[in-house]
């Protein structure tokens, strides 16, 4: 043939539809992207360009078509979108933007300046919502763009989402399709990390990932998270009134019929008022309490969008203009060790300042040394860092090819064997990805374990700020948390900036804080892992603190609810004799609760789950071995993998392949509600 491709084309073709399907699916399936959207657009835009120079490469199902992955063994029933659910293009800085209005212009022979809508682009999951006689039917994932999965069990959670169109005068249509994103809010997707880490689970990478999985957990399982799911309206796809005749009054109408609609939105005369609005959102970006990641410009007038169509993947009448990368490279300079209020050593990397999203960013957290590890993460290293929803910035990968070229080789980082505060050796318990400092009196634990102590959710002590801690430590007058209940308004009166006033309302506080409940006291202690939730549960099922104090780590673990970490971590506590008697001091200095009644404990078989095996698959609400224990209390096993012989498969939060596996053998499958009522 005489102008076929040359062979490296077709092969890079190949390796492209391969890598763009790959993180399709880590995308949309399992909500765990390994790239950023840059990285993603500039594959994408390779085999673009690849099949535009040699068409005979384009083949009919390439990922340059369509959006999405497949919908294959999500567990969902899938059903079709009335009218496709498309993606948009993306300009990736200015040029860009002027080449898409004059496409359009030259696409529809005209020269004058286009009215278009500017839209935040919201980095969500974007779902369509179906609406009969003004009643909320069905609600879809985006899916592969035809077809979506059914979340409307999930989506009917959702707070911002009317289960009836509001009026506003006007009668309901008898369908109508909705368009829109679910986003989770930043404040509680970092709410949901942090309780994701107490409860030693992997953290969402960003918001989007953290509401897609939300929304594609089975049923309902975990409602707060549903409850804190947003969803903002773009679209009316179906179901217009009569008289529209834009984008801009279908915005309006959305809000009206009770949606909420971006707030920033604008028209815009004219590409230059669209480059206006770009810049100003992006200087707010931060100070949104959502993600998001550029602006979509629309044609405003419909019957402009109608003759300029769309293609398969996209419509010709709108674009992405994204907002440059929440990404940069810069180099590591050094790498600090801070120590927290339960000794834990956390490396934090100080970075050569860089811009990132519009914001200076020179630190950069490193977790623990197995994330360093990982990373392979050295002093001296180029790195890629990123801002994604969390306030702390994350090194996404280091540059290895830049370390090539460094002069001297860069070492490997460890973490200090020898506690860079009070000079003890630090300790890695083994199954912990935490090194520690284990000595409780070391000042930079004194200090917080003293702010945690007197914090609302432990003892409540008032008047016991930061400034008086560290002065407190400084001083020499408080080296242990019992120390403080020996303090006597005479002595504290001598402190700097302390009035006889505050000092005496100081030990009046302290005097009230001596009755407390057992749970507070727990907290109180700061043992690591050890939150309101589960010093709650080893209050009530130990009953007392002498038989929590005599039980091994076995034995804690049996509680449900109650991981093999934190079992470990109380036992480690209590086995150490200087705690014992610190426990010991403060009871005698007057700390004193009522024990609260022992609950009584599990039942032995004869269960409801006699001989009955089950396999827990996806994330559940509690640690697995938790629901193991609570099986076998109930008389039955708990097994590795699916058979016939299995009776349920208990599925989490994404459950992954096991579901499918299961529904093919004809296996029973439960939720963690269904489970529950079982046990
Ligand atoms: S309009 C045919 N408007 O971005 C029009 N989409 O990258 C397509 N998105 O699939 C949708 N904010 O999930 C539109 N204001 C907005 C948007 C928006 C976020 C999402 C949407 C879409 C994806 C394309």
Redesign the pocket.
Known sequence: MANSPPESSRRRVDELTAEIRRHNALYYQNDLPEIGDAEYDALLRELQGLEADHPELLAADSPSRS?GAPLEGTGFATAAHRTP????D?AMDADELRAFDQRIAKLLGRSEAFEYVA????????VELIYREGKFSQGLT?GDGRMGEDVTVNLSRVPSIPKQLRGAGARPPGFASI?G?VVLPLAAFQALNSQRRERELEPFANPRNAAAGALRQIHDIDLPRLRSLEFCA??LAEGKPEAHASQWQSLETLGQWGFLV?PESRVCQGLEEVFLFYRELLERRSELDVEIDGT?V?VNDLALQQALG?LSR??RW?I?YKFPPEQATTRVEAIHVQVGRTGALTPVAKLEPVRVGGVQVSNATLHNQDEINRKDIRVGDTVVVQRAGDVIPQIVRILLAARAEAKAPLEPYALPVDCPVCGGKTIRLDGESVTRCPNLDCPAQLKTNLRHLAGRGALDIDGLGEKIVEQLVESGLVERLSDLFTLEAETLEALERMGAKSARNLVASLEKARDTTLPRFLIALGIPHVGATIAEVLATEFGGLEPLIAANAPEIEEIEGVGPAIAESVARFFADPSNVAEVERLRELGLRWRDPDPAPRQAGPGGALVGQSLVLTGTLSAPRSAFKARIEAAGGKVVGSLSKKTDFLVAGDNPGGKLQKALNLGVKVLDEGALEALL
């Open positions: 959006v659910m498309l993606s948009l993306n839209e935040p682009k919201l980095d969500g999951s974007g985006r368009r994103e773009y679209a971006s979509v629309k769309t996209a419509p709108a992405a």
